[in-house]
């Protein structure tokens, strides 16, 4: 039997994964959708077939009467506390868009509530099913190249920001270098000490937030990576998973394109580039995500990028913006004691 799901928000990003992803995903079926907008609403309730009694403008309503077992969050961002919070507190299972939240209290609070109930909340961190980066993490395991010394990682885009995003405190950090910043975690399977960084602004960009960031992330065993990320950069664009140089003690291993199409590649000692076979996962980005959402819930278990896991990344985008206004180094572990 599939779980009974409700999605609340169906703009671009919501709409499009509701269509490609949780129609086609065979753990979860509709009992409900949700957005302020009544003509988005209609919009999706014909798309996704849903029946127009399934359809809430206030999702308060939908989780009291729809009959759900779990909601997906894919509202606009400065939502998420507020609707994660109703649905936790009715009984619910969550998984919820990045960013999770944007303050880490408001995070922490989200997480004991779960723990409390005994109810999954899981935070939508798609690149960790992504095969480009599986298959970047597993070329950084197999040490071919000997062991890594230091990263260089990249991404640069011209992004048309959305209302709420040129309202947001930390564009960039929250809504995109937060992919690139949980991908650092995820690729050495380590956390980040320390972070010394800068955030910046164009005059004249119309975003009230930042756009631009560089930073110096040090993983707890000492490796630097270097990082520079903006959503405001005519020209070349990056693929969404960022350029990636991990230097290793005999070469380098890049996620890029080398000249054989976007993929991971490794770069011996004599300078000879070869492109290696992506991983293939079973069910890739969100259909991941959902297949793990599902089986967390099914099996009583902790889901991977759960709400308690997401908290370090979001200390670390903390810790970025702080050493930006300081000046100083700042250690995300502080933002959780
Ligand atoms: N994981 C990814 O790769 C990825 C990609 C794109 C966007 N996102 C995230 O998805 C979320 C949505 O992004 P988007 O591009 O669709 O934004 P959007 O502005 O296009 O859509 C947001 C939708 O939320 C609705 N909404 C706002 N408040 C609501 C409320 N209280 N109740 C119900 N509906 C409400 C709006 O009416 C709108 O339809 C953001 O958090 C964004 O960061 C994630």
């Not at 564009?171 to 399977?189: K, Q, T």
């Not at 709400?307 to 250690?331: F, H, I, M, Q, V």
Request: charged share 20%; proline share 4%; net charge negative.
């Amino acid at each position: 039997m599939p779980l009974q799901l409700i999605q609340v928000g169906l703009g671009a990003h919501g709409l499009g994964v509701a269509q490609s992803d949780v129609l086609m995903a065979q753990d979860f079926t509709f009992c409900g959708i949700v957005d302020i907008d009544e003509s988005r609403l209609r919009q999706a309730s014909q798309l996704l077939q849903v029946e127009p009694a399934q359809c809430y403008t206030d999702y308060k309503t939908a989780f009291t009467q729809g009959g759900a077992d779990a909601v997906y969050i894919t509202a606009a961002s400065p939502f998420h506390y507020d609707i994660c919070k109703c649905a936790l507190e009715e009984n619910l299972h969550v998984l919820v868009e990045k960013p999770f939240v944007t303050e880490i209290d408001q995070g922490k609070e989200l997480v004991a509530i779960a723990k409390r109930k005994g109810l999954k909340l899981m935070v939508d961190q798609n690149y960790r099913w992504v095969k480009s980066v599986l298959t970047l993490k597993r070329e950084i395991g197999r040490q071919a190249l000997g062991e890594p010394m230091f990263v260089d990682a990249k991404f640069f885009y011209s992004h048309e920001g959305k209302p709420y995003q040129r309202q947001m405190q930390d564009y960039m950090l929250f809504e995109m270098g937060i992919h690139h910043i949980d991908m650092m975690r995820f690729l050495f399977d380590e956390n980040i000490h320390t972070v010394r960084g800068r955030t910046w602004n164009t005059p004249g960009s119309g975003y009230l937030g930042d756009p631009h960031v560089y930073a110096v992330y040090e993983l707890d065993g000492g490796m630097p990576i270097f990082y520079i990320g903006s959503l405001l950069t005519q020209g070349l664009s990056s693929p969404w998973e960022g350029q990636w140089r991990v230097q290793c003690t005999k070469g380098s291993i890049h996620l890029d394109d080398l000249g054989a199409g976007y993929g991971v590649y490794l770069v011996n000692e004599v300078q000879e580039a070869a492109k290696v076979d992506d991983v293939i996962p079973k069910h890739e980005s969100i259909r991941g995500v959902l297949a793990e959402f599902a089986d967390a819930i099914l099996h009583d278990r902790a889901p991977l990028s759960s709400g308690e896991d997401n908290l370090l990344t979001l200390a670390a985008l903390n810790a970025t913006s702080d050493s930006s206004r300081d000046g100083k180094a700042c250690c995300p572990m502080d933002y959780l004691q």
